[in-house]
């Protein structure tokens, strides 16, 4: 956005401007502002709230997670999954119990 400032109307004007983003949001400048704001967390924000863990597939598991357990069996939680679903490579949350590569079956 260009805000040009010659004389009192461009300094008047720069002033609306910031006060039509700050009072509504929702003005020419407070779109943008807005707009800008979800462009700088951007999709890596988003990316970040869907990442699952890389040695799980079929299912969404929080990587970060203390602990994970088939929903049904004897787990205490606090996170429960339902199966079947692959694991790949190692199995951190220890839900292939017969080690075939499958989880809660």
Same mark, same amino acid.
């Given at each position: ?7 009192? @109307? ?7 401007? *910031?006060?039509? *983003? ?5 003005? *020419?400048?407070?779109?943008? %502002? ?13 990316? *970040?709230?869907?990442? =699952? %863990?890389? $040695?799980? +597939?079929? +299912? =969404?598991?929080?990587? $970060? ?10 787990? $205490?939680?606090?996170?429960? @999954? ?5 694991? @790949? ?5 220890r839900?292939?119990a017969? %080690?075939?590569?499958?989880? =809660?079956?």
């Amino acid at each position: 956005m260009r805000i040009f400032t010659t004389g009192l @109307v461009g300094v008047a004007a720069a002033g609306l401007i *910031a006060l039509g *983003a700050g009072a509504s949001g929702a003005g *020419a400048a407070g779109g943008g %502002h807005a707009a800008d704001a979800r462009a700088a967390r951007g999709p890596e924000a988003g990316a *970040a709230k869907r990442r =699952c %863990h890389p $040695n799980y +597939r079929g +299912r =969404c598991l929080k990587p $970060n997670a203390s602990d994970y357990d088939c929903a049904g069996g004897s787990g $205490n939680g606090p996170y429960y @999954v339902s199966g079947p679903f692959r694991v @790949v490579g190692s199995d951190p949350y220890r839900l292939d119990a017969d %080690h075939d590569g499958i989880a =809660c079956e």
